[in-house]
């Protein structure tokens, strides 16, 4: 949790917001895979790609 928690500090300090929503989707992009891949809805998520 440290390493988001400076992440955030980070993006803050340095007045790069812009990079927010780029960080948002990389996470839901990544949750999509892990989820995507183990579990019994993977074929439904599949076919939003």
């Not at 948002?24 to 790609?49: C, D, H, N, Q």
């Amino acid at each position: 949790m440290d390493l988001i928690k400076d992440l955030f500090q980070f993006l803050k300090q340095r007045k790069k917001f812009w990079l927010f929503p780029v960080i948002f989707i990389l996470l839901l992009l990544g949750f999509l895979i892990v989820f995507g891949g183990s579990s019994a809805l993977a074929p439904f998520i599949y076919t939003l790609f």
